[in-house]
């Protein structure tokens, strides 16, 4: 991107532990961002914008919603092996939709908000299932492995725009099912 001048502060937490019980190896985690400030010029004069928590459908960033996570469990034992992810998008503002105060000039006030209109907060749950069996033959090994993304099919927040979501932010698909076999000679 090509700009004089973008401040931004917040902070990421990667967290992960891993342990050993009588029922396998646990393995929980956490990944997670938190932007506080994201100041960026949004026109001549060098005037900016905090631009956290908003859409940004009216200038050249992408939404930067103030909180995104994904926290998982795995648990592997013998052959087996399982992983759950749940991902959170936190909600945001949208300023195609929302009601600005007008500046003197008659621009709008992108800092003074009249009618706000939210983009809601959006979570998922990601699963999958593996199994590898030990070598036969040429096979050194084969693995078979079942999965979906965005398991309880939870649909994007609405939008008021072609689409009816925020295609930079939110995946429409639905709930993917997939299987995966893969041998190893």
Do not use: C
């Not at 592997?76 to 959170?88: D, L, S």
């Amino acid at each position: 991107m090509n700009s004089a001048f973008i401040r931004t502060n917040g902070f990421d937490i990667n967290i992960n532990y891993t342990f050993d019980s009588a029922l396998g190896i646990f393995r929980p985690g956490l990944e997670a961002t938190y932007v506080a400030d994201y100041e960026a010029p949004i026109g001549p004069g060098g005037a900016k914008l905090d631009v956290v928590d908003r859409r940004n459908r009216l200038n050249f960033l992408n939404p930067v919603p103030d909180w995104r996570f994904n926290a998982s469990l795995a648990w592997m034992k013998g052959g087996h092996q399982a992983i759950v992810f749940v991902r959170y998008i936190d909600s945001f503002l949208d300023d195609e939709n929302t009601v600005f105060a007008t500046q003197p000039n008659g621009l709008p006030d992108f800092s003074q908000i009249i009618d706000p209109v939210k983009v809601g907060s959006h979570t998922t749950v990601d699963a999958q299932y593996s199994y590898t069996f030990g070598g036969f033959g040429p096979v050194q090994a084969m693995t078979i492995t079942i999965g979906a993304i965005n398991l309880f099919n939870n649909q994007p927040p609405f939008v008021n725009t072609d689409g009816a979501f925020e295609s930079r932010t939110h995946d429409p698909r639905g709930r993917v099912v997939y299987a995966r076999l893969k041998v190893g000679f």
